[in-house]
């Protein structure tokens, strides 16, 4: 269900138009420091495109379509527009035969047509996408806790460093980031959906890694949010007896006064974990395609990685109340007439 259109009471920008475009810039160009040097990333060049039918386009919750086009010179052959490079970052890990401990890092920029349009949703999606190769040994909890903690840190300094160039920009971001399970958040809160559980939690915590999105929780049998089975490891079960080695960083955002998600992560599928999942989403026939093939006959790295959003990053820390403040893109006429009447400028 798409999340109504908000138009919080009294907004006024706190930067005009221009000194968020400048804002935007520092914004990225800060952040992508600071991620490079905590997880130990070398950036590296990325496709907008890649062939069909090769299992290399992440396919998100299995039902968007990508936007695809023919090649005239390439004898037609189908392309089509990435989701998201979760598997193409793989490829190009085990191309680059990075050492474990070290990554990459891109602009990966995306159109997903079947997006619901609200404030933080658009039809144009631009992230950092990053991998970088981890051990059999790594493939923990614990790592994947300290991974979010690095990259929750790294979000802090860009805040610090953003308030100091304009004062008007108080921090808000707390101290530290908490953990959580959905099937311990479920049962916490079994009245409430999946989308209110994380308002509940950020609400409380300010900011939260949401563990174990893609599996059946106990109580409704439905999982608490959709994720491919090919690419995050959400089965795999940790010493505490809980499933998923993948989750969500959420905070709490003052000007919508809601949860606001600003990454999705996780340890990758191993062989065991792939054939599970696909097993249990019954789509064993992805394992005829070049990448699940790859990975089944050992020829990939075991990797761990993810994607942050660019403009949602930018319109957290600039205290924007809609993604159109800081992307250009296209909305429906009657969402630009409502947020125009409410003194927010969609560019």
Same mark, same amino acid.
């Given at each position: 269900?798409?999340?109504?259109?908000?138009?919080?009471?009294?907004?006024?920008?706190?930067?005009? =138009?221009?000194?968020?475009?400048?804002?935007?810039?520092?914004?990225?160009?800060?952040?992508?420091?600071?991620?490079?040097?905590? !997880?130990?990333?070398?950036?590296?060049?990325?496709?907008?495109?890649?062939?069909?039918?090769?299992?290399?386009?992440?396919?998100?919750?299995?039902?968007?379509?990508?936007?695809?086009? &023919?090649?005239?010179?390439?004898?037609?052959?189908?392309?089509?527009?990435?989701?998201? /490079?979760?598997?193409?970052?793989?490829?190009?890990?085990?191309?680059?035969?990075?050492?474990?401990?070290?990554?990459? +890092?891109?602009?990966?920029?995306?159109?997903? @047509?079947?997006?619901?349009?609200?404030?933080?949703?658009?039809? +144009?999606?631009?992230?950092?996408?990053?991998?970088?190769?981890?051990?059999?040994?790594?493939?923990?909890?614990?790592?994947?806790?300290?991974?979010?903690? $690095?990259?929750? +840190?790294?979000?802090?300094?860009?805040?610090?460093?953003?308030?100091?160039? +304009? @004062?008007?920009?108080?921090?808000? !971001?707390?101290?530290?980031?908490?953990?959580?399970?959905? =099937?311990?958040?479920?049962?916490?809160?079994?009245? !409430?959906?999946? $989308?209110?559980?994380?308002?509940?939690?950020?609400?409380?915590?300010?900011?939260?890694?949401?563990?174990?999105?893609?599996?059946? /929780?106990?109580?409704?049998?439905?999982?608490?949010?959709?994720?491919?089975?090919?690419?995050?490891?959400?089965?795999?079960?940790?010493?505490?007896?809980?499933?998923?080695?993948? #989750?969500?960083?959420?905070?709490?955002?003052?000007?919508?006064?809601? *949860?606001?998600?600003? *990454?999705?992560?996780?340890?990758?599928?191993?062989?065991?974990?792939?054939?599970?999942? &696909?097993?249990?989403?019954?789509?064993?026939?992805?394992?005829?395609?070049?990448?699940?093939?790859?990975?089944?006959?050992?020829?990939?790295?075991?990797?761990?990685?993810?994607?942050? #959003?660019?403009?949602?990053?930018?319109? !957290?820390?600039?205290?924007?109340?809609?993604?159109?403040?800081?992307? *250009?893109?296209?909305? @429906?006429?009657?969402?630009?007439?409502?947020?125009? *009447?409410?003194?927010? @400028?969609?560019?």
């Amino acid at each position: 269900m798409p999340l109504p259109l908000l138009l919080p009471a009294g907004y006024r920008p706190l930067l005009d =138009e221009l000194a968020t475009e400048v804002a935007i810039r520092s914004i990225k160009e800060e952040f992508q420091k600071n991620l490079a040097f905590e !997880l130990r990333l070398q950036r590296v060049t990325a496709p907008l495109f890649v062939p069909s039918g090769t299992g290399i386009n992440d396919d998100l919750n299995g039902v968007e379509r990508p936007v695809s086009f &023919l090649i005239r010179d390439d004898g037609g052959r189908k392309a089509e527009i990435v989701h998201s /490079l979760a598997k193409w970052k793989r490829l190009k890990l085990a191309s680059l035969q990075m050492e474990p401990g070290r990554g990459i +890092y891109t602009d990966m920029n995306a159109i997903r @047509p079947d997006e619901e349009l609200d404030n933080v949703h658009s039809l +144009y999606v631009d992230q950092w996408d990053w991998e970088k190769v981890i051990t059999r040994e790594a493939r923990t909890l614990e790592t994947l806790k300290e991974t979010v903690r $690095r990259i929750y +840190y790294a979000l802090r300094r860009t805040e610090d460093a953003l308030s100091r160039a +304009y @004062p008007v920009l108080r921090p808000f !971001l707390p101290e530290e980031i908490h953990f959580h399970f959905s =099937e311990d958040v479920e049962a916490e809160m079994p009245e !409430l959906s999946p $989308r209110q559980r994380e308002d509940a939690l950020c609400r409380r915590e300010g900011a939260v890694f949401l563990l174990g999105i893609g599996g059946p /929780l106990p109580l409704s049998g439905k999982p608490h949010d959709g994720r491919a089975p090919d690419y995050d490891d959400w089965t795999t079960e940790s010493q505490e007896g809980h499933h998923g080695l993948n #989750g969500d960083i959420l905070v709490w955002n003052p000007v919508l006064g809601r *949860s606001f998600e600003l *990454s999705s992560m996780g340890i990758r599928v191993d062989k065991e974990a792939l054939l599970r999942q &696909l097993s249990l989403r019954g789509e064993e026939k992805r394992l005829s395609l070049p990448f699940h093939q790859k990975l089944v006959e050992g020829k990939l790295p075991l990797t761990m990685g993810g994607g942050i #959003g660019q403009s949602r990053l930018c319109m !957290l820390l600039l205290q924007k109340a809609h993604i159109g403040e800081i992307q *250009s893109s296209i909305w @429906p006429e009657a969402m630009v007439s409502a947020c125009r *009447s409410h003194n927010i @400028p969609l560019l």
